[in-house]
């Protein structure tokens, strides 16, 4: 167990009381039982099957028991207070949780009616199905072409050049980005706005033909305009992929995403079509959360 | 202004937000206080032939349509800063809807002022003022126990005056019955009698409004939408 990794664990914990306004504390009255989600967490003939999801950091539970199904084509926003569980769920579904040595995961995760945890199967396959995006745009130290043709190279998705070259036109295109950069491929990627890295970062992760794309908090470090574009590209994206974002701002769950999972400390309370959860949430707690009441 | 701990709308981790809702609320009160005493005064206007009260009804009216601008010029900035969800986004667009009833009640005191000072102006036997009296006091009390609800934050209250609202349209069918016949009886009576055909008519209407405030009670209560719906679907709403 290496000490970097219990200390950023541990530093996840903390977080949950960290970001508390001073004088502010949870309502302690309201007691949450284990697996038991309110609303609508299941779906038909879902992409994602998770079930009896646990994650532990060590000794410490950080997941406590889920259920839910994702659908096809179904864009659902986790929302939660900081160190609910929601980014670490998010990873367990392209296993990039199995990069922190203490992480384990327990319960039944199927995509496509598969064991995503099958110690047989290829992560890297697995992560070129299901591709994601972080919070801080981190392009490549590479020029704008490079960026996005870098998977589908590894992937030998693209024997020629002229292959290649389609590929990065049609996911900058999807990506809303073409037109700003057709001209400046070469260009180093770093150099783009904040938003422009981000959106390359969404054409990076498309050009691999992902089914499903999760998104960390992807417009968290970019100003409103650039995060209207994402937003956009979220709702162009949906008519193909399967999107799973994690996102502070509860008004951008409210406008991109089909349904609304709310996570507390670990457990998943409420699952319910976004309009429900926006207007009239059934758990106190999701109402609490998403009305300001507590933090 | 009420407590905000004891408020389901004051206890915001912004203090500010809580303040503004909690003015809104204020504010939407005392219109309703305004409008009630509005219909209060026209009625006993009317009964008591008093044209100079009703005058001043008339009057009064200016100053319930600026409280409802004041209100939506509220309702919107709260919209603009705070973005409301759930329990607080249901509140303040209840309150925008039922600003509209309030204002119209208004109007419904206003005409009825009207009316009276024209009926004290032509002197004559009153006729038809025990219906007028008892559907009244039926949609004053409506009224009332609707702003009481949304204080209390009561569906239960709410679907009751949803009920009242029936009574109040067969009485208002009776009273149009028995003005009918005093028309019948003798043709001269036949424009007074319609004036307070009129006077009827616009009680009838407060009753609508208080109705539709009830609803809205339910709906920011119950998160659901009530109208157009039948008593036993609100009843199902209010209980389940």
């Known amino acids: 167990m290496s000490t970097l990794n219990t200390a950023v664990a541990q530093e996840m914990d903390k977080s949950d009381e960290a970001e508390l306004p001073a004088g502010e504390s949870r309502p302690a009255e309201t007691v949450i039982e284990e697996g038991a989600t309110v609303g609508a967490p299941y779906a038909d003939d879902p992409k994602f099957k998770l079930r009896d999801v646990e994650v532990f950091y060590g000794e410490d539970r950080a997941i406590k028991n889920i259920s839910l199904d994702i659908a096809r084509n179904e864009v659902i926003a986790f929302i939660g207070p900081s160190g609910c569980g929601k980014s670490t769920f998010l990873r367990c579904l392209n296993r990039m949780n199995d990069s922190i040595d203490i992480c384990r995961v327990k319960g039944s995760l199927q995509l496509d009616d598969q064991d995503l945890y099958d110690p047989k199967r290829d992560v890297v396959e697995l992560r070129a199905r299901v591709g994601m995006v972080f919070q801080k745009p981190n392009p490549f130290p590479k020029s704008i072409y490079d960026n996005v043709a870098y998977g589908p190279r590894i992937h030998g998705l693209a024997n020629r050049k002229s292959d290649l070259d389609d590929i990065v036109e049609s996911s900058l295109r999807k990506a809303g980005l073409w037109e700003e950069v057709k001209d400046r491929l070469d260009a180093t990627a770093t150099g783009m706005s904040g938003g422009q890295q981000q959106r390359l970062c969404i054409a990076r992760a498309i050009a691999v033909s992902p089914e499903v794309v999760l998104m960390d908090e992807p417009c968290s470090a970019l100003d409103p305009i650039a995060t209207a574009k994402v937003e956009e590209l979220i709702a162009e994206l949906s008519e193909s992929y399967t999107i799973v974002i994690v996102t502070h701002s509860m008004q951008q769950a409210a406008r991109v995403s089909h349904r609304t999972a709310y996570f507390h400390l670990g457990h998943l309370v409420e699952v319910n079509d976004t309009n429900k959860v926006f207007t009239s949430p059934e758990h106190e707690l999701t109402e609490s959360y998403i009305t300001g009441r507590f933090g | ?240």
């Open chain 2, 1 to 240: 202004m009420p407590d905000r701990k004891d408020d389901v709308y004051g206890d915001h981790i912004s203090h500010k937000f809580n303040d503004e809702l909690m003015e809104l609320k204020t504010q939407f009160l005392e219109m309703g206080g305004a409008v009630e005493s509005q219909v209060e005064r026209a009625v006993k206007a009317l009964i008591d032939s008093d044209g100079e009260l009703a005058e001043q009804v008339r009057l009064k009216d200016k100053e319930v349509d600026k409280q409802e601008v004041a209100l939506d010029e509220e309702a919107t900035l709260i919209i603009a800063r705070r973005q409301p969800t759930a329990r607080d986004l249901r509140l303040v667009i209840s309150v925008i809807k039922m600003v509209a009833d309030l204002e119209r009640v208004g109007d419904e005191a206003k005409k009825i002022a009207k009316l009276a000072i024209k009926l004290s102006e032509e002197g004559q036997a009153p006729r038809g003022y025990v219906e007028v009296r008892h559907i009244a006091g039926h949609v004053q009390s409506m009224l009332h126990d609707a702003l009481d609800a949304f204080t209390r934050l009561d569906s239960e209250q709410a679907l009751r005056i949803m009920k009242e609202d029936k009574r109040v349209d067969e009485e208002y069918q009776a009273a149009a019955r028995t003005l009918l016949t005093f028309m019948m009886e003798d043709t001269r009576n036949i424009s007074r009698c319609m004036s307070v055909m009129w006077v009827l008519r616009a009680l009838e209407r407060v009753g609508d409004h208080a109705c539709n405030i009830a609803e809205n009670v339910i709906f920011m209560v119950e998160g659901e939408d009530v109208r157009h719906t039948s008593i036993e679907e609100a009843e199902r709403v209010v209980g389940g």
